[in-house]
């Protein structure tokens, strides 16, 4: 049976899914890491000259660190494991309904230059842990690159394991 709905835009999503693990057992206190989702929408994968053009899809996300009762601040790292495939460049979204996985990533800059991942391959997330409670965002930005022809229609999810790390 051949597929002719392809070119169809179809909602493709996407969603972090965020597991804690912390390292360092020399302070007070807690913190936990959280994200927003995120929601690429309609995605076109084909170009097809006078009719549709495949085009980047782009999302943004928070990532947020909260932290109570620190006694001992100091910094922490926030790494990003790989998606489905164990690949962190590219990453993939699997398709409800089968078929070919979409590649897509995660940047930690608006010019998707620098993708997040472990620290090996990526950046990690950095920030700083001040005594007391602290709240701390990160804007993470998220693009499915154009022409990905060989996508079906459908819907698109996946989740990464992000790991928080405190360095006192």
């Keep these: 049976m051949k597929n002719v709905m392809v070119w ?3 909602l ?3 969603a972090l899914a965020a597991a804690l693990s912390m390292a360092g057992s020399a302070f ?3 913190c936990s890491v959280s994200s927003t989702g995120l929601a690429f ?3 076109q994968p084909l170009t097809l000259p006078g009719k549709v053009v495949s085009a980047a899809a782009t999302s943004n996300a928070t990532v947020q660190v909260t932290c109570t009762g620190i ?3 100091g910094s922490y790292s926030i790494a990003l494991g790989p998606s489905t495939g164990g690949t962190i460049v590219p990453r993939y979204l ?3 309904a089968g078929g070919p996985a979409m590649s897509f990533n995660l940047y930690v800059d608006p010019s998707y230059s620098t993708v997040w991942g472990d620290g090996s391959t990526g950046t990690a997330l950095t920030g700083s842990i001040p005594t007391g409670s602290s709240s701390q965002a990160h804007a993470i930005y998220g693009r499915i690159p154009a022409g990905q ?3 079906r229609v459908g819907s698109f999810t ?3 394991t992000m790991t928080l790390t405190y360095n006192p």
């Design 8 to 10: 169809v835009p179809a």
């Design 12 to 14: 493709r999503t996407a």
């Design 28 to 30: 007070a206190g807690a």
């Design 41 to 43: 929408g309609a995605y």
């Design 71 to 73: 006694t001992t601040g």
């Design 94 to 96: 699997d398709n409800a």
């Design 149 to 151: 022809g060989t996508v």
């Design 158 to 160: 996946g989740s990464m």
